[in-house]
């Protein structure tokens, strides 16, 4: 059947929760309401109050009593309602759900999922557009995944919510409605340690995750025939499948990274800094980045100018062959 990253997270939600009775889910307005993108609609009505949630404006809260119900057994998936609301909840996910394994000598584990409306695009208020990807990736303890369309959410929201260890599951908003792909009602999972070569290629290598993938194959879709670009789609950004993005850059000699968030000290420069490690004397051109400005999201109207396009993204893949 042809879902849309909506409908695709709503069905792998009420397929574990089906499976697994301590499955909970907690949140602002998650329940009767379904959620302000209404990725939990129905599931209130099916499970019941005492398995969807119904939270205060409370993040800390959410993410504190979620951390305290997974170590007593539950499996809690959290939700905040978009990725700058994320930032108060930073203190309980690094200075205890990431590091409660270690802190207890593995006698407790922490198996909860924070599901975060990730990035811009919708053209929303401020706070409401951040991509936040590269402060979760600093945080020991924690994975960190990135969808890019509802295929692949579904397998990997489900490989999450059964892992032992907190999962920041990050949502592309920008395409809750935007893509709609073949989705198997069956249960499937997807490795949360794995890469995927969207394209294969000879010439240079792109990589991006999130709402980025879907730019990236309309850029590449441009530069048929001009050039053989190899597309990869991170998925989970920690851990990353190094691996991968080697065997890729060795391949082809030239990389392009594209992400939404701001340049310094976004994801992109640990990226290139594993290819500069591992592969350098195999890259013909500098890696080139293509990435969101130092500044916070504009609001509605200069959006747009803010956000990795087709032309930017073309710019630099010509920019390192013709190096």
């Known amino acids: 059947m042809k879902l849309n990253l909506v409908q695709s997270i709503n069905l792998a939600l009420k397929q574990e929760m089906t499976r697994d009775p301590n499955v909970v889910l907690l949140g602002e307005d998650i329940g009767k309401d379904g959620g302000v993108f209404r990725v939990t609609e129905g599931l209130w009505q099916q499970f019941g109050d005492n398995r969807v949630i119904d ?173 053989s670009v190899e597309i990869l789609d991170l998925l989970t950004l920690y851990p990353v499948d190094r691996k991968t993005i080697i065997d890729s850059v060795k391949k082809t000699g030239r990389a392009v990274v594209v992400h939404e968030a701001p340049r310094t000290c976004g994801y992109g420069a640990e990226l290139i800094a594993t290819i500069n490690d591992q592969a350098l004397l195999n890259l013909e051109a500098p890696v080139a980045r293509v990435t969101g400005y130092d500044i916070p999201m504009p609001l509605p109207k200069l959006e747009n100018y803010y956000i990795p396009d087709v032309t930017r993204i073309n710019r630099a893949i010509e920019n390192v062959m013709e190096f």
Do not use: C
């Open 55 to 227: 939270t205060p404006l409370a993040e800390v809260g959410i993410i504190s009593v979620s951390i305290g119900m997974a170590i007593a057994g539950m499996k809690p998936v959290p939700e905040v309602q978009f990725d700058g609301f994320s930032l108060p909840m930073l203190d309980q996910l690094y200075n205890h759900a990431g590091r409660m394994r270690k802190r207890s000598q593995g006698r407790w584990h922490v198996p909860l999922v924070l599901r975060v409306p990730h990035g811009g695009g919708i053209r929303a208020l401020e706070h409401h557009s951040e991509s936040l990807e590269a402060f979760f990736t600093h945080i020991p303890g924690i994975k960190v995944v990135t969808p890019s369309g509802p295929y692949n959410a579904k397998g990997l929201l489900v490989s999450s919510i059964r892992d032992s260890d907190p999962v920041v599951f990050l949502e592309p908003k920008r395409i809750y409605r935007a893509i709609k792909e073949e989705v198997p009602e069956d249960e499937y999972t997807i490795p949360l340690n794995k890469a995927e070569v969207v394209q294969e290629g000879s010439d240079v290598t792109v990589i991006a995750w999130g709402a980025m993938q879907k730019i990236v194959r309309e850029a590449v879709e441009q530069l048929a025939g001009k050039y």
